[in-house]
Every structure is written in C-alpha cells, then in structure tokens.
C-alpha cells in the first residue's frame, strides 16, 4: 500500500510539474519513439528496434505516383484534385489498432494543418459506412478513399499502416517516409506548426527550418518506458492516461488543455508490466469470446482439458502468410491428438475470410476488435504470434514470436521429434 502511495505522489508531481513547463514554456517538447521498425526482417508484422536501415521509400523531389480512388460517397477522386495544396498522404485502416492510436489527435490538428495550407488525406480500406463511422467517432472531416486489394496506391504496395508521406504543392515527395503511428503524429505536428516552440498560448510560432517549410525531419528523441510490478499497472499504460485516472479517482475534473497534455506525456513516459513480451509462462490465459467468420461465438473455455495453440494474426502480414501452411500441416497433425489451433485475426470478416479460403484453414479463425482488446490482453501487439496453453488454461511456453518461434513450440513429427 505504501509503494502505490509513493507512486501516486510521483505522479501526481510528475503532472503538476509538466503543468508549469506548459504554461510557461508552451507545449511540451514531444519526445518521439526513434525505435526503427523492422517487421519485415525480424519476421514480425510490429514496429521494433534494430540496427538495420529501413527501406527509404520515395526519393525526396520525386512525383509521387498518380492515384484515382472513390471516396466514402462513390466519387473518384485522383491526386491532381489536391494540385496546389501541399498534402499529408496517409496509408491508413481504422481496424488497424496503430491507427486508432492516433486518430482523434489527428482529427484535431486538421484545423491546424489548414492554416498551414496542407491537405490530410488518407488512403484507407474497408468499406464507405464503416470509414464514416469511424471518422466521426474521432473527429476527422478530412477526405478518405477508399482502396482495395491491387488497387494500392504503389509507394504503399508493400506499407503496413499507417505510413506517409508529404507531398508538396506540385505532387512531389516533400519528406522522408514516415513510418509508424509516432512518427506519423510527428510529421503531421510539425507540418501544422505545433513542434517544440509554441507559444504561452499554446499556438505554434513559425519555423524557419523543419517540415512546416518542407525541409526535412527533425532528429526524434526516444520516449522512456518503466517496467513496474504486475500488481501495480496491468499491461501497458501511458503516464497521460494514468494521471487522469488518478485524478479521475480523487474527484479533480480535467481543464481545458488536459486531453492534449495527456497525449504528450503518454508519447513522453509509458509504464508497463509485460514489456510488451507478452505473458510469462505459468500465467493463466485470459478467457475470450470472439465470433468465429460464421458469426458463431467462440471461447477458449471450449478448449478446457486440450492444450491450445493460439495464433494472433493480421490478414496483410506477409510473415503470417508464411507461417499459414505449417499451422494447416499441424492442425492436420494434432487434430486427434490433444491440440486445437486457433487463429485471432486482426481486419474485417471479408480479408480474414478471404486469408482462410487461400490457406485452406480448416480450424478457427476469430476476430477481435479494431482496437486489439484480446492481444493487449495477451500483452504483445506483434504479428505472427502464438501462445502454447495447457490443457490446464494456463500459458505453457514464453510467448512466440514469428514463423520459427511459433513452430518451435509444437515439434514436427515429421522430423522425428517427440512431443514434449
């Protein structure tokens, strides 16, 4: 009790003091996650650290590819229409939990960026009623088309979401590739102005250099994360979102500027309990309920008494197409023998349904929410990943990451291994 008394005063002078630095300084100097992404190489579909260059994208100056999509009332629209106008083009899905992350903050800087002159656009799947759904529930009225599978944009042929990029008045490459849901927000505040240097008001000042004159980004500072005990945060946090919940608790009522704070402590600080690792072995697994690409409610207190492979997914994963034909080989396998597989993907019915039938899965494949309740639950966002449960309920192996991980934790008789 005492420990989490601590923390609360902490935190609570952590908020007071990042207060005062706003009031008087304008908006916090927002810190940047300068991890490089590299999915691809690591054979995860999730933003991680690592030495390795990632791919540069479009050269800067070039002419960025022509497009012609419908947006959300059925009109084509190409790029030309944004002629100029310097545009912030983004490959986005509001199923993509990354997405989501930054949606509503996004919707508040359009203003912003309009009086800078830039158009945000975004390049978005899914169908018309869902994308207005969902942009009115977070505030953006800027113009969304809609793309499908073969029908990308090329630059983002081989882009997860959300990436960028911003195009000057003439439809050329203004700015390095940004890849990721900060660096995204990272670009987009700096083009609308509201970067380090804002003033008492809280409106950003003009910069002389930086995006908001298309010059190149500034160097990223890397947000601090803290490892605390299970008992005292569940899985990830942001120290935004914490303090409110504090002072949520105590009965202070948030001022007019609290959102916005929370937001940049959040990209500034994050506390967490499972590193984003996923559970430890000999934690019970979280029970589910998902419906199945028939409609039918699974759980996994179905599967009580067989152990579980259970495999978190995402249809425009190119690691997870990788691994779809071991997990139908095992499930061929294991069938009779005491091992159920089950898919959680990530997307809408219609892409996980079109994944199956190219597969030939014969086992469940669920989906959870746009906002990966289930995998946060889990304590790990990447993709591919899979989990060993017990026949008990009660996870039997570190969590596995990519196709050789995955695979490591059901032998291949084939091979002659014995299970375990």
Known sequence: MITIMLLLLILISLW???YQLVKQQGRVLL?????EQHAQAAGVGLEKPGEEAEPAGLPLQSDFPAF???????RPVALEAFRGKRVLLVHWNFECGFCDSIAAELGRLETSLERQDVQL???AYGDARSNQEQAAEHGLKCPILLMKDGEKAAPFEHEGTPVTYLLDKEGRVAAPLARGADRVLALALEVAGLEPGASEAGKSTPQRSGLGSEGPLRETLAPHRVNLPGFLVKHEIGLGDLIKRVTSAMGIKPCVGCE???????RWMVFSSTGGSGLKAGTRAPVFLLPDLQGRMVSLEEYRGRRVLLVFSDPQC???????PHLVRL??????DGLGVILVGRGNAEENHRKAEQHGFEFPVLLQDRKWKVSREYGIL???VAFLIGADGVIAREAAVGRDAILALVPDRRRGQKEE
């Open 318 to 324: 190119e690691p997870c197409d990788e691994l779809a």
């Open 16 to 18: 007071i003091g990042f």
């Open 382 to 384: 990447a993709t591919p």
């Open 121 to 123: 656009v975004l390049l």
């Open 331 to 336: 499930h061929r396998e294991y069938a009779n």
């Open 68 to 74: 012609k999509f419908p947006d959300l009332e059925g």
């Open 260 to 266: 916005r704070r929370a937001g940049v402590l959040n």
């Open 31 to 35: 810190r940047l996650d300068q991890l």
